[in-house]
């Protein structure tokens, strides 16, 4: 099976080379009949060839082509495939990720990815499928574990410094990555000043 690649192959270069004589053929052809006058072709007994209006006519309806998808027709695509705009695909799709916003009693936050945040509407749900429901966990999920992998024993802080581990386990974890929601954005950014 061939592979598909933008690297030039021996097929590739001589079907290039082929249309390049090729084109410079007919480019070379077209410059000789819009140039060289009607009564010289006749005289070649070339007598069925278009009339000279047709070398301008061709190029300029091209171009007026290529202008017209250009600045109208392939706008007017791209405007005919976007949702409308209160649709909530405009602010949200399959990919977004939202975390739960639980707090547990020691002030943290659970930081699980809801799944399917969107599914009753246009607002999010706020919560994990732990959390929804009214039997909630007071236990923080994500504890560090009491062992060291650390590739280097003499920095290890976990061995040299035995109480490192209730501080490191008092620290706030890194947040996991989500997408930031349109509600939070706008109040950031478009709060007054009272």
């Avoid at 082509?65 to 209160?86: G, K, Q, R, W």
């Avoid at 945040?117 to 909630?136: L, N, T």
Wanted: charge should be positive; aromatic fraction near 14%.
């Amino acid at each position: 099976m061939p592979e598909h690649t933008p690297a030039p192959t021996p097929g590739r270069a001589i079907y290039g080379f082929v249309l390049y004589l090729l084109f410079k053929t007919l480019f070379f052809l077209y410059v000789l009949w819009a140039y060289v006058p009607t009564s010289w072709f006749e005289k070649l007994g070339l007598t069925y060839l278009p009339d000279k209006y047709f070398a301008l006519f061709l190029p300029i309806v091209a171009l007026v082509a290529v202008t017209l998808f250009a600045f109208v027709i392939y706008p007017s695509l791209a405007v005919s495939m976007m949702p409308n705009v209160d649709d909530q695909v405009t602010i949200a799709d399959s990919n977004t990720i939202v975390r739960c916003e639980y707090r547990f009693p020691d002030d943290q936050s659970c930081h699980q990815r809801v799944e399917d945040p969107f599914e009753a509407g246009w607002y999010a749900k706020r919560h994990c499928s732990k959390h929804c429901s009214r039997h909630i966990e007071t236990q923080r999920t994500a504890r560090v574990a009491n062992f060291c992998d650390c590739p280097y024993e003499g920095q290890c802080l976990l061995r040299k410094d035995p109480e490192y581990l209730p501080t490191l386990r008092s620290k706030d974890p890194i947040p996991a990555v989500r997408d930031l929601s349109l509600s939070q954005v706008s109040r950031v950014l478009y709060r007054r000043c009272r």
